[in-house]
């Protein structure tokens, strides 16, 4: 099944695969902004941006204005990424730590996150110090990798016996995320799915990735899959205070 991407469609495979980290930044980029469009000229964080490519293109498709924020990629190789794309002045790049966000508060109109946030975001009070970069009317929204179900303790499913892999343990369903947020009382209109496309990019991500890295996927895609994604966004309240 070729996901409904036609966004993404439009961009050089090759490119897209030399700069991958993961699933399809693209498709989850897009996946997102079907739920969460942007506007020409809004400024948005893209945390956790990697090489900078899911930035390019919401520069390119929104007209957005981006801060291209990462901290395992140093900014210069995604600063010559964004000039070949022409979109100097348009996409910033940025070496910072989650935690330690070199941005003024309420500075942004959006702030996305794309197989980054389960990195950091599983921290209650996360949501509040990211939150604080926001506009009050601001949306935030998150595509990252998750599980369909919780795992309990001692709760490996059998199809995964021998093959799971422990940073997983940052993994959860989308309902678990919808609480996570919802339970800080800091946001409106959360809304939290999981993309129709979900296994077609788990599928694509597998003929992308090294093969060793093939067993748990492949044995997921096999078994009763447990691998999904959360799609996750939400609004700070327009009274909201910016700190
Ligand atoms: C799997 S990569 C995905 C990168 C990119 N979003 C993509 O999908 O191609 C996860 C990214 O999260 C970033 N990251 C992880 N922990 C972070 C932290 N504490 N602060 C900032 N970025 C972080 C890493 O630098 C890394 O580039």
Known sequence: MAPRFPRSAAYDEAWVTANRMGPNVLWLAESLTQRMPLAAGERVLDLGCGKAISSIFLAREFGAEVWATDLWIKPTGNWERIREAGLEGRVHP???EAHALPYAEGF???IVSLDAYQYFGTDDLYLQEVLRFLRPGGRIGVVCPAFRRELGPDDVPAHLAGVYRQDWHCFHSPAWWRDHWRKTGLVEALHADEPPETDAI???FVHHTREEEHPPLLADAAGPRLLGFARVTARKP??????
């Open 94 to 96: 940025i070496h910072a």
């Open 108 to 110: 942004f109109d959006a």
């Open 202 to 204: 788990w599928a694509e």
């Open 238 to 243: 327009d009274g909201a205070a910016t700190a």
